[in-house]
């Protein structure tokens, strides 16, 4: 890997072994001052930045943004984070009286609540199919997660990359499939940009969301939301604003609904070019590759430390740049804490329902050095209780 290159590029706390780039990533420097000088330019003239060149400068940025995640740039518009742009179609989605969502039981908590809360206001039911872990294949997955559908379902939510146990769904056979069926679906992508090869137009889902503040390394409050083009006019913005019935509207309602919705700081969407930019020299489908391989190299040693197994099998067919394990605690957020405040370690232990998991992120300017005080530091925390149960 080229960590000691990298890492001078981020603006991380070096005294803390990082290894929990999943929940919010982090930007790079060059990114960040662009960013900086933006905010710099909208404070200094914001009448200029948001109301004449912004429109301009924002379309200049879905192109270039659309072009690397391989979809039209009118149908996709900047969102502050993939829970909003969730909230945008659930909230829009036409359900009934005994409709029902599927989804899976691993799928990140906030979004969990959003379609439970539109589920039940409108008398529909979410389902929440059950996972067999670890799993074994792509066909035995898909199979398990199809027998939660029934005549009443109406939609699909399910996550390219999960967030608790960091898996990777076969969300282009699950699209296919829904499709099939007449089903609505909607994949949350919000750990996909920079991290695997995305391309939206191939997986052919009805609606995505992805995030560019976590894997892509721009300023935190930049994502997206696409949607399908004929299914755009069924999707009214949160925030009804200008963009209804524009005095100057551009070629796309879509656009003018959810982009002009009040003053806002869009300044970290307008560093989307510049990041790309950044992420092509610097060769970054060579950076996520070595990065992926650093982190299923050490998978199977942790599991055998925390007494558990992988959640899948250790290949790039299941599994990105971050893996997690089972681990045996009743206190989850004094074992984060532990973890932080005496070793120096920033990583996520986090509750699914019932289970607990211990997630680790492989980014640029990790190394193998940064794997071996986890290790080392939770093998001093075995030896002490057996539970992990912190005192």
């Not at 679906?185 to 991290?195: F, I, K």
């Not at 100057?248 to 300044?267: L, V």
């Not at 942790?302 to 009743?330: H, R, V, W, Y």
């Not at 370690?345 to 190394?367: G, T």
Request: net charge neutral; glycine share 4%; aromatic share 12%.
């Amino acid at each position: 890997m080229q960590s000691n290159n990298l890492r001078s590029q981020f603006l991380l706390n070096p005294n803390i072994t990082f290894l929990n780039f999943g929940s919010f990533g982090a930007c790079v420097k060059p990114v960040f001052e662009l960013y900086q000088k933006l905010q710099l330019d909208l404070e200094s003239e914001p009448v200029q930045f948001i109301a004449f060149n912004g429109p301009v400068n924002l379309k200049r940025s879905r192109e270039t943004l659309a072009a690397y995640v391989h979809c039209d740039a009118d149908d996709l518009v900047y969102v502050t984070n993939p829970s909003y742009a969730v909230n945008v179609v659930a909230k829009n989605f036409k359900l009934n009286p005994g409709d029902e969502v599927l989804s899976t039981d691993i799928e990140y908590g906030a979004c969990d609540r959003t379609w439970n809360y539109y589920c039940e206001k409108a008398g529909a039911k979410y389902v929440r199919q059950r996972i067999e872990l670890p799993l074994v294949s792509k066909g035995k997955f898909i199979e398990d997660f199809f027998k939660g559908v029934s005549s009443k379902t109406k939609a699909i939510f399910i996550s390219h990359i999960t967030s608790t146990t960091a898996l990777k769904f076969p969300v282009k056979e699950i699209c296919a499939l829904a499709k099939e069926k007449g089903l609505f679906t909607m994949v949350d992508g919000a750990h996909a940009p920079g991290h695997i090869p995305l391309d939206i137009t191939d997986i052919n889902a009805d609606a995505y969301t992805g995030a560019c503040h976590k894997w892509m390394c721009a300023p935190k409050g930049c994502s997206f939301l696409y949607v399908r083009k004929e299914l755009q006019h069924l999707f009214d913005p949160l925030v009804v604003s200008w963009g209804y019935k524009s005095a100057m509207p551009s070629n796309s309602q879509f656009i003018d609904y959810h982009q002009m919705n009040g003053t806002r700081d869009f300044s970290a969407f307008l560093t989307v070019p510049r990041l790309i930019e950044f992420l092509n020299e610097h060769n970054w489908p060579q950076v996520a590759a070595d990065c992926r391989k650093l982190a299923h190299l050490n998978y199977q040693r942790f599991c055998n430390l925390l007494n558990t197994q992988p959640l899948a099998p250790i290949s790039d067919e299941f599994l990105g740049q971050m893996c997690s394990m089972q681990i045996k605690t009743n206190e989850p957020e004094k074992l984060q804490r532990l973890l932080y405040e005496k070793y120096k370690i920033e990583i996520p232990v986090m509750r699914q329902d019932e289970k607990v998991y211990l997630r680790y992120s492989i980014n640029a300017f990790n190394s193998q050095d940064d794997l071996d005080k986890l290790y080392d530091a939770l093998n001093e925390i075995v030896l002490q209780t057996t539970s992990l149960n912190i005192k």
